[in-house]
């Protein structure tokens, strides 16, 4: 997957750059700190995602319209300070992806681009609680919703369903498959958002229904909540 990063500070360049140069399969084909840098690496190198900073300097939120014109494929992820939630979903508008903040997790901000190169989204744990405050509603921006498409999870996300159906607590899953406790529940919030469930008896239900698990599983079970 290649890869350009795009911010004007140069130590966030360096951290980003360190993070995604011991991914192996991300190849980092550009470095731009303005916009017109960016629109120059694309013509130069092209790429499958833009890591991109639209609130730094030399940069501004309508870069990406006026980029996603020129190249169809192409998908954004956003990585930004805090931001309130009427800047967040201008981002979603304008044609952003994914987005998380510059305090998440590695392993967020590095799921986040995997997912994205693989055509889906990702928030990390602390945006979503920005989104679910404002209730914003995602499918409202997402056309591919509406499409007759199946759900599309990724291998990771079968895996902590599974877990979850399985009676798993976030603490036991964390450990069990070598993630932050943090992450782990960034995870089932972006399951549930992209199952339209709004609890766990909701992913246990998607778990059987989709044969991850055995309904004999929970013929004695206590009931969930």
């Known amino acids: 997957m290649q890869l350009i990063l795009a911010d004007s500070n140069e130590l966030i360049l360096l951290g980003l750059r360190t993070i995604f140069n011991a991914q192996k399969d991300i190849h980092i084909v550009g470095e731009a700190k303005n916009q017109q840098e960016l629109l120059e690496q694309l013509r130069t190198f092209g790429a499958d995602v833009v890591l991109i900073d639209f609130t730094a300097e030399g940069f501004s939120i309508d870069v990406i319209p006026k980029v996603l014109n020129r190249y169809k494929d ?16 201008d981002a979603l508008k304008s044609g952003i992806t ?22 889906k989204q990702f928030f990390c744990g602390q945006l979503l609680e920005t989104i679910q405050k404002a209730n914003i509603d995602l499918t409202e921006l997402n ?3 509406f499409s007759c498409e199946p759900v599309v999870l990724s291998e990771r996300e079968n895996e902590i369903i ?32 992209k199952l339209g469930v709004k609890n766990t008896a909701g992913i246990v239900m998607y778990a059987v229904k ?16």
Do not use: W
């Open 143 to 145: 056309a591919e919703v």
């Open 98 to 119: 994914s987005y998380v903040k510059k305090d998440c997790e590695l392993t967020e901000i590095i799921d986040a681009v995997n997912e994205t190169a693989r055509g």
């Open 162 to 193: 599974t877990l979850i159906a399985e009676g798993q607590t976030n603490d036991q899953i964390a450990e069990m498959i070598f993630l932050s406790r943090h992450t782990v529940n960034t995870h089932r919030k972006n399951i549930m958002a």
């Open 210 to 225: 989709t044969g991850l698990v055995s309904p004999n599983r929970f013929l004695f079970a206590p009931s969930l909540n």
């Open 74 to 89: 192409l998908r954004f992820v956003a990585i930004t300070e805090a931001q309130h939630a009427s800047i967040l979903l």
